[in-house]
């Protein structure tokens, strides 16, 4: 079965510091995950993918991710985190079998402090 | 282009009664899903559609039923609320392929006393 871990509820950072938020997973075959940002009152907006090849992935507004194959995690980071950043943050993961369906995490409330 | 589009934003439902969410994507995309978010829960996918004129169950599709109309919209019935169902529910839609991101609407908050 597939699962996503999102251990952290909560991260707080200091403006300017980087931040990472954790996420591990399991999925039968091959993953294909992905990081989503969640502004209060709206809906998920995507942030990143990874599909195969180069294990740090980038995306919008300067965040990135590390893909681990050993470790099943893929931590989103950001070299300097800005308080606009403030958000929830979901990983996903869906696997090359078992149909279309997609296993978001709980979530990640990310704080940034000025 | 408006993306996906849900409606109503907000809606106060007694127990028992139904009602049906709407969702609408001009995007062109094959794939649909309904997900139900829940504090400290994250998203959990309700029903999805694969293409145009098929439909499958999710993790939780106890309570509802879904119809994918057309290409274009993909809606949610509740027919019977209970309060369990009290949540916001979130549209998304997405290019054939696993490998492909998913696009959200902006959601539904519903109340069901």
């Known amino acids: 079965a597939q699962s996503v871990a999102q251990p952290e509820d909560q991260v707080n950072v200091a403006e300017g510091n980087p931040l990472t938020v954790k996420c591990t997973y399991s999925?039968?075959?091959?993953?294909?995950l992905f990081w989503y940002v969640q502004y209060p009152n709206r809906g998920l907006q995507f942030l990143l993918k990874?599909?195969?090849?180069?294990?740090l992935v980038k995306g919008s507004y300067g965040f990135e991710a590390e893909f681990n194959k050993s470790q099943t995690s893929f931590h989103l980071k950001k070299p300097s985190a800005l308080v606009s950043d403030s958000a929830l943050y979901f990983c996903?993961?869906?696997?090359?079998?078992?149909?279309?369906?997609?296993?978001f995490g709980a979530g990640t409330r990310l704080f940034v402090k000025a | 282009n408006a993306g996906v589009t849900q409606t109503p934003k907000f809606q106060v439902l007694k127990t028992g009664q139904s009602m049906t969410l709407q969702c609408a994507q001009d995007?062109?995309?094959?794939?649909m899903y309904w997900y139900r978010q829940d504090p400290g829960m994250g998203l959990r996918l309700i029903y999805y559609?694969?293409?145009?004129?098929?439909?499958d169950k999710g993790e939780v599709p106890n309570g509802y039923n879904v119809s994918r109309l057309n290409k274009r919209e993909f809606s949610l019935r509740l027919e019977s609320a209970a309060p369990s169902q009290t949540s916001v529910y979130f549209c998304?839609?997405?290019?054939?392929?696993?490998?492909?991101?998913?696009?959200f609407g902006p959601g539904t908050r519903l109340t069901v006393l």
């Open positions: 998304a839609s997405g290019s054939s392929g696993r490998y492909n991101e998913q696009f």
């Open positions: 559609s694969a293409s145009e004129g098929t439909t």
């Open positions: 999925v039968s075959g091959n993953p294909y």
């Open positions: 996903a993961v869906r696997g090359d079998t078992g149909g279309f369906k997609t296993i």
């Open positions: 995007m062109n995309h094959n794939s």
């Open positions: 990874y599909i195969t090849g180069d294990n």
